[in-house]
Nanobody, 115 residues
Framework: QVQLVESGGGLVQPGGSLRLSCAAS????????MGWYRQAPGKQRELVAA???????NYADSMKGRFTISRDNAKRTVYLQMNSLKPEDTAVYYC?????????WGQGTQVTVSS
């Protein structure tokens, strides 16, 4: 059974920073892709940033230059460093991993940007 456990969300003032983490556990031989998505109230889930199976990165346009995705393969963990946060970044952030051809989601972590 594969599980993704996220941490690092919370309340931050505009202009502040947060770092999200997502660790995978269970029977894992290889992780083909990993990334972060978010869903704001009343909106569809959208891509934030992701590693492709080829190792390249994709970022949503509104996150470029502010957010950085990174990973530690040995720890089976993906990170999202978020800087210069804006109120419109408020959402539930979900990590995603494709492992052995199957997609897995984390439980979600709330990020609230407010003064």
């Amino acid at each position: 059974q594969v599980q993704l456990v996220e941490s690092g969300g919370g309340l931050v003032q505009p202009g502040g920073s947060l770092r999200l983490s997502c660790a995978a556990s269970g029977s894992i031989f290889s992780i083909n892709a990993m990334g972060w998505y978010r869903q704001a109230p009343g909106k569809q889930r959208e891509l934030v940033a992701a590693f492709t199976s080829g190792g390249s990165t994709n970022y949503a346009d509104s996150m470029k230059g502010r957010f950085t995705i990174s990973r530690d393969n040995a720890k089976r963990t993906v990170y999202l460093q978020m800087n210069s946060l804006k109120p419109e970044d408020t959402a539930v952030y979900y990590c995603y991993m494709r492992i052995a051809g199957n997609g897995y989601w984390g439980q979600g972590t709330q990020v609230t940007v407010s003064s």
